[in-house]
């Protein structure tokens, strides 16, 4: 049966080279033209040097920048006069044309950053009275007038990188409805008291000034824009001394939110803020400042700071007066801000140093250097919600007892991230005093212990435990969770022994709040069938990466362990990477709020019909990257019925029409929201055609059509066969047919005589045809037969004279019962025998329809001369009218027998 498809595949390779080949070539697809979708047209990128002007002309947006404009003739934006935004940056325009904003009146934003933009004069803005958005960043400004007064709908300005040297855009008011002004990396190291009196008016917000070198501040130099909320001054690098005038100066705007990133202030001191205190700053970000030393009572102008952000500095010491008069502080960060270097010692946090913070909800110590957590350090946090002290680097923490956090006992703390902490231990009772915490983190530990319960002590509102990456080193037992009734997310991946859940009762036995638990990468191999029972709430397990294929297995002694029992309501399973070649029948039975499994990574081939049944709410199913080579509706239309992503890539799948089609449809038909990379599922095993070819290349058209085709070709050599066989048939048997056949005929036209000459009188009993060679035989053999009751008609003997010979055969040849050939050699070779009494006689026997015929042989002659020559076949005649004359002369009185039967017989042809 191969041979069909192999013949059908041969035409799709030579059709699909024709049709893929044109794609190779475009493979390496580069944007030549403009994209335009939903009225925006994107011409980056394309070297261009004018504006194309083919675009629809009802575009509301153009992007042409990363181009080579050197200048934007509004001519060339005639035929767009709906342009809202207008993009062209990274050019190098030289010059804004007065005439821009005529052509597009309604132009909103223009961005013109990156450009040589040198003089920008008062006309050159004249017309953009729409514009609410302006980028001149990066550019070589020279302001000439006051170009930015008709910009009354202006709300953001951006006139960042410039080499000005004065922040005074204009002196006369105006701008009225600007909110954000970027001076950023402008060359100016003076603000003036006037400088933004052009801003009197309106309604600024927020202001970057970032890296410009500051040295002097005129007092009242913020004056005119005393709605300030913002100031970012990142990168500044301004001094102490600047910093606290700056401070005075903002004193007199409602300054909420302040940022002095990057600003080298190695030391703060007691005044540094001083000019802050009766304004209102709510957000201070200091990171990054290379800080060594506060000093006390730097921040106690700050009453009203809620988030002071301090990551990133290297300061030294903490005290009780460092954070003295934060009365207001609800998040502190302090991430690498206590760092310890290669030289200087461990920093230290004293006793109570955060007992001024009585408000504080969120503390972050992250990757700090500690030198110890002393019994008061957390002293006085009577707010604190939230302790991260992940990635901190601190000896307290590796051996853990119950003093080690006893400083949080007041403390209505909810979540404790102690991520790597390098923590080795947990002693009995170490958090029992946090009645109050829902989420511990420990993950990516060394955690080296058998949990017997007692380190969740006290725990009782804990929700969430994560220990991941513990290095395989921790060992579970029964009562491991029995203090953590409430748990609802439990993660204990790469952490557990490989034995560690082969316990009964199951260690998670107590858990009936349990939602997620992750037991992954721990290379568990044995697991017990009721390891899940009772967390009836169950909705997400995670067994990658461990070694479960053997509890699946048909052959395990004592059956495969079905540990998914008792999980009823699972939403999310992962078992990639567990080296299954096997799922049993029943393992996923009843899981039918079951949305999403993965089972990429193994050694999945066949599967079992049925085995999915139960997944009729399946959305999401990964099944890359195993030995999958055929997906069949009889396992898969159930659980693909909802599918909205579906991985099922690096496969090797048989792209035959039995294993490949229904997919393929389906695929084509899915509504699904994604198949990523199904585009890549390559068919890995033959035919050729499709070989490492996406399985959507697969023509689902050569399956239909290959019911015809497949009829086509039995019938086709099934004819052929008949072909042959009646050849053969014709060859060796032919005569049969024809024989038949012309009695057939003869009998059905009506020629027949046999029954009139069933009544007739013979004359004689047989008309003996011989050669003349074999005379002799007959008169010593046939002649004595004769009697009254049996004459002979011998031609020698009884042929009349005068009558012609042929008229004689034929006239006693009728007359005769029989016809009897004396076959010889010589008989065959007598031209009168072969051709005219042979033909006569066989004309005879078929014209009358009687077995007539008896040859009798004197010597063995192959039957193919025979017919050669007398046209007959030992086939045509009855066994009993072929006689053969034996050498042996005892058997004579048996021929004659013989003989006698032969023409004695009736004459009527019964088969
Ligand atoms: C600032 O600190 C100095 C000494 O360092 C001290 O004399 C002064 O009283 C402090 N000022 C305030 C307002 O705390
Ligand atoms: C600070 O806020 C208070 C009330 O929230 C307000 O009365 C006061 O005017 C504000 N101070 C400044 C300088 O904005
Ligand atoms: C705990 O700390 C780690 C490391 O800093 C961090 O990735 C993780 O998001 C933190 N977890 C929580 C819940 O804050
Ligand atoms: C802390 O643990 C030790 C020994 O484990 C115990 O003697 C002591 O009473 C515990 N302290 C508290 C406050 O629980
Ligand atoms: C825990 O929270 C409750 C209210 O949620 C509060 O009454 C109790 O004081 C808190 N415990 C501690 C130790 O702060
Ligand atoms: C599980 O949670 C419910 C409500 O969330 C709570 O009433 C019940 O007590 C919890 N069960 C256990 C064993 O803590
Ligand atoms: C995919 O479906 C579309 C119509 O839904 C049909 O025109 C197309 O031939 C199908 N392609 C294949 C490969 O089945
Ligand atoms: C695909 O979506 C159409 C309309 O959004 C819906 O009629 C059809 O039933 C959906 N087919 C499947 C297989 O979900």
């Not at 105006?174 to 001076?183: A, D, E, F």
């Amino acid at each position: 049966m191969c041979s069909p498809r192999s013949l059908h595949f041969t035409w799709i390779i030579i059709v699909c080279y024709f049709l893929t080949w044109p794609h190779h070539c475009l493979a390496s697809h580069k944007k030549t033209s403009c994209n335009v979708q939903d009225g925006r047209a994107d011409c980056s990128h394309l070297s261009l040097s004018a504006i194309p002007p083919n675009l629809p002309g009802n575009i509301s947006s153009l992007d042409m920048s990363h181009n080579r404009l050197v200048g934007i003739p509004p001519a060339s934006l005639n035929p767009y006069p709906g342009l809202l935004h207008l993009d062209v940056s990274y050019n190098s325009v030289t010059k804004l044309d007065e005439h821009l904003c005529q052509t597009l009146p309604l132009l909103q934003t223009l961005n013109t950053q990156h450009n040589e933009v040198h003089l920008l004069k008062e006309e050159d803005l004249s017309h953009c009275t729409s514009l609410t958005w302006l980028n001149m960043a990066s550019n070589r400004l020279k302001l000439h007038g006051e170009p930015f007064s008709a910009l009354k709908n202006l709300k953001s300005l951006d006139v960042s990188m410039n080499k000005m040297v004065s922040a005074k855009l204009s002196s006369r008011p105006q701008l009225p409805k600007l909110v954000s002004l970027n001076l950023a990396l402008n060359d100016f190291t003076t603000l003036k008291k006037d400088d933004f009196y052009f801003l009197e008016n309106s309604a600024l917000q927020v202001l970057d000034l970032s890296s410009v070198p500051l040295k002097t501040l005129e007092p009242g130099c913020l004056k005119p824009i005393s709605g300030l909320r913002t100031l970012i001054m990142d990168g500044s690098n301004m001094g102490a001394q600047v910093l606290s005038k700056l401070c005075s100066e903002l004193s007199e705007t409602s300054i909420d939110a302040l940022s002095l990133r990057k600003n080298n202030l190695v030391t703060l001191t007691n005044s540094t803020f001083a000019g802050l205190q009766k304004g209102n700053l709510t957000f201070l970000d200091l990171s990054h400042n290379s800080m060594g030393k506060i000093l006390e009572g730097s921040f106690q102008w700050l009453t009203r700071l809620q988030t002071l952000i301090l990551a990133d500095n290297n300061i030294k010491h903490l005290t009780k007066a460092t954070f003295q008069g934060l009365k207001s502080l609800t998040k502190l960060t302090l991430t690498k801000a206590l760092a310890k270097g290669r030289t200087s010692a461990t920093p230290i946090i004293d006793d109570f140093s955060f007992q001024p913070l009585s408000t504080l909800e969120s503390l972050m110590l992250q990757q700090t250097a500690i030198r110890e957590i002393t019994a008061q350090t957390f002293t006085g946090l009577t707010s604190l919600k939230e302790l991260d002290m992940s990635w901190c680097s601190c000896i307290s923490l590796r051996d853990i007892t119950n003093k080690t956090l006893l400083s949080l006992a007041g403390s209505p703390l909810r979540k404790l991230n102690l991520t790597a902490t390098a923590m080795t231990n947990i002693n009995p009772g170490s958090f029992s005093f946090l009645t109050n915490l829902t989420n511990l983190l420990l993950d990516l530990n060394y955690l080296q212990q058998t949990l017997t319960g007692k380190e969740f002590e006290g725990l009782g509102q804990i929700q969430e435990i994560h220990m991941t990456y513990n290095h395989w080193k921790i060992q579970l037992s029964s009562t491991s969770f029995i203090n953590v009734p409430n748990l609802r997310v439990l993660t204990l991946g790469k952490s557990l022994n490989s034995n560690a859940l082969n316990l009964d009762p199951s260690p998670f036995q107590p858990l009936s709040n349990l939602t997620y638990l992750d037991l992954s990468n721990n290379n568990i191999a044995n697991i017990r069938q009721d390891m899940l029972e009772g967390l009836e709430n169950l909705k997400v397990l995670k067994l990658q990466h461990n070694n479960l294929a053997r509890l699946w297995k048909h052959a395990n002694p004592g059956g495969p362990v079905m540990f998914l029992k008792g999980a009823a309501k699972l939403m999310t399973l992962w078992l990639d990477n567990n080296g299954l070649d096997e799922i049993p029948e029943e393992a996923l039975k009843g899981l039918s709020n079951l949305r999403e499994l993965s089972l990429s990574n193994n050694l999945l081939n066949s599967l079992k019909d049925s085995v999915f049944d139960d997944l009729k709410s399946l959305r999401v199913l990964r099944l890359q990257k195993n030995l999958i080579t055929t997906v069949k509706p009889e396992v898969f239309s159930t659980p693909m019925s909802n599918l909205s992503l579906l991985v099922m890539d690096k496969n090797p799948f048989d792209c035959t029409c039995e294993s490949i089609l229904w997919f393929v449809t389906w695929l084509n038909n899915t509504n699904m929201t994604s198949v990523p990379d199904s585009a890549t599922s390559i068919c890995a095993t033959l035919p050729l055609t499709y070989f490492n070819h996406s399985i959507l290349m697969f023509d689902t058209l050569s399956c239909k059509d290959m019911t015809p085709f497949q009829a086509l070709y039995i019938l086709s050599s099934t004819a052929v066969l008949m072909l042959m066989v009646s050849a053969l048939f014709v060859r060796f048997h032919g005569w049969r047919i024809q024989f038949y056949w012309n009695i057939l005929v003869s009998r059905t036209l009506g020629f027949s005589d046999a029954s009139v000459g069933e009544g007739r009188e013979f004359q004689y009993d047989a008309y003996i045809i011989h050669a003349e060679r074999d005379s002799r035989w007959v008169e010593r053999v046939m002649v004595p037969l004769e009697n009254e009751k049996c004459r002979f008609y011998l031609e020698d003997r009884d042929a009349v004279p005068g009558v012609s010979m042929i008229e004689s055969i034929m006239e006693n040849m009728r007359r005769s019962r029989k016809i009897l050939f004396v076959v010889t050699e010589s008989l065959l070779r007598d031209p009168w025998c072969r051709r005219f009494k042979a033909h006569h006689a066989l004309h005879q026997v078929i014209e009358a329809s009687r077995d007539s015929v008896v040859l009798v042989f004197l010597q063995n002659v192959h039957d193919y001369k025979l017919s050669r020559t007398l046209f007959l076949r030992r086939g045509m005649l009855r066994p009993c009218r072929i006689l053969e004359w034996p050498e042996d002369k005892d058997r004579v009185l048996a021929f004659h027998q013989k003989l006698l039967i032969a023409l004695g017989m009736t004459n009527r042809f019964k088969e």
